[in-house]
C-alpha cells in the first residue's frame, strides 16, 4: 500500500483517457445535430422571404467546412450574422441583445456543457482522492467576487501525490466551472483574489478599485492560463510583477472585446498544454 | 432595392478583392480565401447585393446528382467591379504620394 495512490493515478489516468476516447466519438456524433439547430436558430432571426434561400445557403457552407469543431464554429457565425443583417428597407433600430445577457447565456451554457462533458473526468478525480484518503473531494477558498462580494471558488482537494498530480496538470481547478455556473466567475476576466490580497492592492495601487466593478474570471488576461493560482502565490512576494500584473487586468478591463477574449483563451489553452 | 453605397470597411474590401477575378465563388470558399469568419461574412456580401455591387445564384448543377446541398454562388458585378477599382486606386493615391515625399 505505499504506493497505492501512484496506482491510482495511472489507474485514472487510464480511465480519464478513455473516457476522453468516448468524448471525441460523442461529439464526432452529436456535431450535425448541433450545427443543424444553431442553423435553425440563425434561419429564426431572418424575415420569412429569406428563410428558405438561407437555410439552403448554409447548409451548404458548413458542408464544405472541414471538422466538427470548424462546422459549429461556423454554424454559430450564421447566428451572429443573422443577427447583424439587415433586409431591404428595414429598420436601423437593432434588435441586438445587451452585451451583459449574451455573455451570462456564454457563461451559463458553457459551464453547463463543460460539466456534462467533464463528467467522467471529475468522477475519477473524485474516487482517486476518496480512495487515498479521508481529505475532502471539494475544498473552497474564499475569494473576492463582482463588487467586493466575497464567494467561494472551488477546488479539488486531496493530499499528497493526488494533490501534487492534480495541481501540476491543473486539474485541480476545473471545479470552477461550477463557479461559472453559479455566477461567481465568468469565463474571461481578471482572476479573483483572496481578500488579503484584495485590501492590499489598493494600498500601492489606487486604480486598483476599478477592477472590483467587474466580475472576476476563469481566465485572465495577465496570467492567460488556468494555472494562475500558483502565480498570485507567488507575486504576492515581489511588489513589480504584481504591478504589472494589475496594469494588464487594468488594460482588459478598458478594452475588453471579443477578440481580445478570444486570444486569451487561445493562450491560455496553449500554455495550458504545452507549457513554456 | 434603395442602391445605398456600402461603407468600405477592410473586411468589405477583402471580400470585393476575392471576388475581382472573373469567377464565381461560395461563401465557404470567399471564407476561406479572405479568412473572415462566417458571422461577418454574411451581413457583408448581403449589403453588396443590396447595393448591386454583388450578385448571386444557385449553382445549376442537381444537388441529387451532386450528392451535396446546392451552393450559392457570388459574382461581382459591373458596378461592383469599377466601384472597387476607383475605391482601391482612392486609398493607394496617398500611399503612393506619401512613397514619393
Known sequence: MIHSSDMWVTIGGGLAAFFYKLLIEELKAWSPWITGRLIKRAIRRLPDDQRQRFHEEWNSHVNEVPGQIGKILTALGFVLAAGRMKFGASIDATDTIPIGIMRRAVDVVGSVLFLIFQLPTFLVIAAVIRLTSKAPVFVGDTRVGLGGRKFKMWKFGGIGRVRTFLERTSLDLLPQFANVLLGDLTFIGPRPFTPELDEFVPKIMPQWIERRRMKPGLMGLSDSGLTIDFEVRRITTGGDVLKEHLTRDLYYIKQRSLRLDALIVLHSVKRLFFRE | ?101
Do not use: C, F
Not at chain 2, 461574412?41 to 444557385?58: M, N, Q, T
Not at chain 2, 448543377?61 to 446546392?70: H, S, V
Open chain 2, 1 to 101: 432595392m434603395a442602391a445605398k453605397e456600402p461603407r468600405l470597411t477592410a473586411p468589405t474590401l477583402k471580400v470585393l478583392g476575392a471576388l475581382m477575378s472573373p469567377i464565381q465563388a461560395s461563401g465557404a470558399e470567399i471564407g476561406r480565401t479572405t479568412n473572415i469568419p462566417s458571422g461577418t461574412l454574411y451581413p457583408i456580401l448581403l449589403r453588396l447585393e443590396d447595393a448591386g455591387w454583388v450578385e448571386s445564384e444557385w449553382e445549376t448543377a442537381d444537388p441529387t446528382e451532386l450528392e451535396r446541398p446546392r451552393r450559392r454562388l457570388y459574382r461581382i458585378t459591373g458596378v461592383g467591379a469599377k466601384k472597387t477599382t476607383a475605391a482601391i486606386r482612392e486609398i493607394a493615391l496617398p500611399i503612393k504620394e506619401l512613397a514619393w515625399q
